[in-house]
């Protein structure tokens, strides 16, 4: 079975303020990564996923993440925030050898941008 | 192209009604799911459904059926409803590769009163 761990249920941030969100797994298999967000009163939308190649991955609106195998962590950065930014961000696994595709998430990260 | 829509938006509930939570997808996807999300608790999976005409339970199914209508179509019912069932319900759906995006409904608000 995986897990996920978002420590920081909320982060508080200034406008042009770089920020990470951090994302911890547990897995005894190896897995796909991927970052969720989810404006108010909406739905969630794919940011990023890692897959395989390099542990570096780009994502849209700015935002990437690095997979660090030996840390098991796939943190989320961007380098200056917007308001607009503001939004609740999920982390989430799947476990690659499986035959369907079931993700498990965490408990998200409230990101609060302010002017 | 409408994506995955949801239906109702919000619904109240008193303890013990019943209710069917509606979904529905546009892109052709063959994986449809029901995820519940509670605040400090990310989201939950209820049901899937890989395939039309199959369904499986997820970590939470307990109080709770779907039916995979057709290839567009997964609907939830809660057949006795109960406060613990209060939630956002969020349907989302995905082509069966291993890799593919889950795509996300705007989510149903439920008070169970």
């Known amino acids: 079975a995986q897990s996920v761990t978002q420590l920081d249920s909320q982060v508080p941030v200034f406008e042009e303020a770089p920020v990470e969100l951090r994302c911890n797994y547990s897995s005894s298999v190896s897995v796909y990564l991927f970052w969720y967000v989810q404006y108010p009163n909406q739905g969630l939308q794919l940011l990023l996923k890692y897959l395989s190649g390099s542990t570096l991955v780009k994502g849209i609106n700015g935002f990437e993440a690095e997979f660090n195998k030996s840390q098991t962590s796939f943190h989320l950065r961007k380098p200056s925030v917007h308001i607009s930014d503001t939004a609740e961000y999920f982390c989430?696994?799947?476990?690659?050898?499986?035959?369907?595709?079931?993700?498990?998430f965490g408990t998200g990260t409230r990101l609060l941008v302010s002017p | 192209n409408a994506g995955v829509t949801q239906t109702p938006k919000f619904q109240v509930l008193k303890t013990g009604q019943s209710m069917t939570l509606q979904c529905a997808q546009d892109?052709?996807?063959?994986?449809m799911y029901w995820y519940r999300q509670d605040p400090g608790m990310g989201l939950r999976l209820i049901y899937y459904?890989?395939?039309?005409?199959?369904?499986d339970k997820g970590e939470v199914p307990n109080g709770y059926n779907v039916s995979r209508l057709n290839k567009r179509e997964f609907s939830l019912r809660l057949e006795s409803a109960a406060p613990s069932q209060t939630s956002v319900y969020f349907c989302?759906?995905?082509?069966?590769?291993?890799?593919?995006?889950?795509?996300f409904g705007p989510g149903t608000r439920l008070t169970v009163l």
């Open positions: 459904s890989a395939s039309e005409g199959t369904t």
């Open positions: 989302a759906s995905s082509a069966d590769r291993v890799t593919d995006t889950q795509y």
């Open positions: 989430a696994v799947r476990n690659m050898n499986t035959g369907f595709q079931k993700l498990v």
């Open positions: 892109m052709n996807h063959n994986s």
